[in-house]
């Protein structure tokens, strides 16, 4: 059973578009939201992350929106490249004494020049 | 990856037969994890360790076991592979347990059972 669900599964935008990708969760017990980037055979690498206690935060050109009364988040990409092509996870976590992380399904965004 | 390694990168293997595959950091982290990622499923953590010989479960870990020796080496066997475990394999390291603390992952080994 996922715990948290992700959506698009695919997304393709032309450059300079705002492409959003979608999560939710249902544990209330999660309390850190990570997004990682993943480049064709590269492990996953941390882009940008989120705790429920504040409902926007951006770093660069990344921004991640939390709702936290409707368990969602979603990350924005502002003026979207070519470069950021890649597979996006969202994922959650609570403490558990191991920072256990649940993953989302991943979604493969392919930005078009 | 900030000083992980993974070996081997590829490996096919036959059903039955056992596999280990091996993570090595240079951090001295003293958390690591194995994920396996799956089309449709994202990752899935199998096992963890938080300290040398000290392991736990993770969500998908039958037909899995682990074992850490040292510091920085954390070996995920599959004692009788079969065709499910056809997978990618990540390792991913932090130095604390606490929520926040970011896992940095290695650059994951493919796997074939056939």
């Known amino acids: 059973q996922q715990q948290v669900k992700q959506s698009p599964q695919s997304l393709i935008v032309q450059k300079g578009g705002i492409p959003i990708i979608n999560c939710a969760y249902e544990n209330t017990a999660f309390d850190y939201f990570p997004w990682y980037q993943q480049f064709p055979g590269k492990g996953p690498a941390l882009l940008i992350a989120?705790?429920?206690?504040?409902s926007e935060k951006k770093e660069g050109r990344f921004t991640i929106s939390f709702n936290k009364s409707a368990k969602q988040f979603s990350l924005h990409i502002m003026d979207s490249q070519p470069g950021d092509s890649a597979t996006y996870f969202c994922a959650a976590s609570y403490q558990t004494g191991a920072n256990n992380l649940f993953f989302g399904t991943g979604t493969r965004l392919t930005v078009i020049p | 990856d900030a000083g992980i390694t993974q070996s081997p990168r590829h490996k096919v293997t036959e059903t039955g037969t056992p596999v280990t595959l091996r993570c090595h950091q240079t951090?001295?982290?003293?958390?690591m994890y194995w994920y396996r990622q799956d089309p449709g499923h994202g990752l899935r953590l199998i096992h963890y360790s938080y300290g040398v010989k000290d392991t736990d479960k993770g969500e998908v870990s039958d037909g899995y076991s682990v074992s850490r020796s040292k510091t920085e080496d954390f070996l995920l066997t599959l004692e009788s592979a079969t065709s499910s475990q056809t997978s990618v394999y990540f390792c991913a390291i932090s130095d604390a347990g606490s929520t926040g603390d970011e896992q940095f992952f290695g650059p994951g080994t493919r796997l074939t059972v056939l």
């Open positions: 951090e001295n982290h003293r958390y």
């Open positions: 989120i705790r429920p206690d504040v």
